[in-house]
T-cell receptor, first 114, second 112 residues
Framework: DAGITQSPRHKVTETGTPVTLRCHQT?????MYWYRQDPGHGLRLIHY???????DKGEVSDGYSVSRSKTEDFLLTLESATSSQTSVYFC?????????????FGSGTRLTVV | GESVGLHLPTLSVQEGDNSIINCAYS??????FIWYKQESGKGPQFIID?????DKRQGQRVTVLLNKTVKHLSLQIAATQPGDSAVYFC???????????FGQGTRLTINP
């Protein structure tokens, strides 16, 4: 997706290990979001950022932390991965409050915790 | 509270027919709505949006209808093509809220 990249695209990790997913944007958008997508649950918001060093929790934030030290990067960390965190993770960006104009999504990271 | 849902989890249509995907929302304070398309292995892509001061908006082969009275949103795809096969999500923004809320999605499959 133009202007937003996620890395890695796929990762397999062991239970109890820390994992960091990266979202990088070149659009200079203020707002960035991390979602997870699971069958039967759709897209659920984990954390979001409304500026450098400004972040807030979403509906499923337990077990996750985020950091945004510069506009272009938003990192999602699983401090100690569990099998319940096996999911597809999407990053999204927006330049307007409330998602007006829509979000632009990355291609996703498929994370498997074994 | 905020919630966005879909009437049908799957929809199967014949190629060339029109498709209608429905979405219900519960928050009367929602004032902005979006439809997204997600193809297999990809992230959701913006299709069309509509604000609450409108009832209808048209794009290329797509039309979104908003019925605020019954809190219902629909996406109409004209002359459905194989490339339209995907999962379609609706999303809403409650006035003053900082984020979108997404529905669970409807899978659209096209029969040849």
């Amino acid at each position: 997706d133009a202007g937003i990249t996620q890395s890695p695209r796929h990762k397999v990790t062991e239970t109890g290990t820390p994992v960091t997913l990266r979202c990088h944007q070149t659009e200079n958008h203020r707002y960035m979001y991390w979602y997870r997508q699971d069958p039967g649950h759709g897209l659920r918001l984990i954390h979001y950022s409304y500026g450098v060093k400004d972040t807030d929790k979403g509906e499923v934030s337990d077990g996750y932390s985020v950091s945004r030290s510069k506009t272009e990067d938003f990192l999602l960390t699983l401090e100690s991965a569990t099998s319940s965190q096996t999911s597809v993770y999407f990053c999204a960006i927006s330049d307007r409050f409330g998602g007006n104009g829509g979000y632009t999504f990355g291609s996703g990271t498929r994370l498997t915790v074994v | 509270g905020e919630s966005v849902g879909l009437h049908l989890p799957t929809l199967s249509v014949q190629e060339g027919d029109n498709s209608i995907i429905n979405c219900a929302y519960s928050n009367s304070a929602s004032d902005y709505f979006i439809w997204y398309k997600q193809e297999s292995g990809k992230g959701p892509q913006f299709i069309i949006d509509i604000r609450s001061n409108m009832d209808k908006r048209q794009g290329q082969r797509v039309t979104v209808l908003l019925n605020k009275t019954v809190k219902h949103l629909s996406l109409q795809i004209a002359a459905t093509q194989p490339g339209d096969s995907a999962v379609y999500f609706c999303a809403e923004n409650v006035q003053g809220a900082q984020k979108l809320v997404f529905g669970q999605g409807t899978r659209l499959t096209i029969n040849p």
